[in-house]
């Protein structure tokens, strides 16, 4: 258990003699790595605790006692949402923005979101219209302004869409079952679907 009283950052750590700090989690530790995109609530309206993994050990035992320490390393951070999904980024030394945020369960990729340097978000991969469970009051994106269209014949997988400098999203290419589906019975899970990959107006590429 970190800190020994209420003004020291706490948590819970796994060390290593070895390796030193491999990880930290259930703690206060990490606020500058918060952004409204990566901020959850939980069933009960209440922030979602996060786990820090060192990823290029050793990482000094300081960083359990000094708050500011931590940014100096890279870390992986994952934000549990629920039992099953998490939101998984790689942050950089002294960075506090990721490159790629992901919301992962069960070791699958559920969405992938792409960032800009400034923490803006690029371009969002949404698998089978997955969607934020429960964002924070700020989300970078907007998941009903996400365009579920294209080629309604097939059962579609995957969605891409590109953000402009408004942050309003387009959709610029899919992923589709090569099969045409004529009723939803014939829907058919994506790891049995033969995907095609091309434009949204069905043109493969």
Do not use: C
């Not at 060192?54 to 949402?81: G, H, S």
Request: proline fraction near 7%; avoid cysteine.
């Amino acid at each position: 258990m970190i800190g020994s009283s209420s003004a020291d950052p706490w948590g819970n750590a796994e060390v290593s003699s070895e390796k030193g700090v491999i990880r930290i989690w259930a703690g206060e530790m990490g606020k500058r790595d918060d952004h409204p995109a990566n901020t959850f609530f939980n069933a009960k309206g209440a922030t979602t605790p996060v786990t820090y993994v060192f990823t290029r050990p050793p990482v000094p035992p300081k960083v359990l006692v000094d708050a500011e320490a931590l940014y100096k390393y890279e870390r992986r951070r994952q934000t549990n949402i629920d039992r099953i999904e998490m939101v998984v980024e790689l942050f950089p030394p002294d960075r506090h923005f990721s490159s790629h945020r992901y919301y992962m369960a069960d070791g699958m990729v559920l969405r992938h979101e792409q960032l800009n340097a400034d923490g803006s978000t690029k371009r969002v991969i949404t698998v089978q219209k997955h969607e934020h469970p429960r964002p924070g009051p700020h989300a970078a994106v907007d998941d009903k302004l996400l365009s579920h269209k294209g080629k309604a014949l097939h059962q579609v997988f995957h969605r891409v869409d590109e953000m402009d400098r408004t942050g309003k999203p387009k959709l610029v290419a899919m992923s589709w079952n090569e099969r045409r589906r004529l009723t939803p019975k014939d829907d058919v899970s994506i790891h049995y679907a033969h995907l095609v990959y091309g434009t949204p107006d069905g043109k493969e590429r």
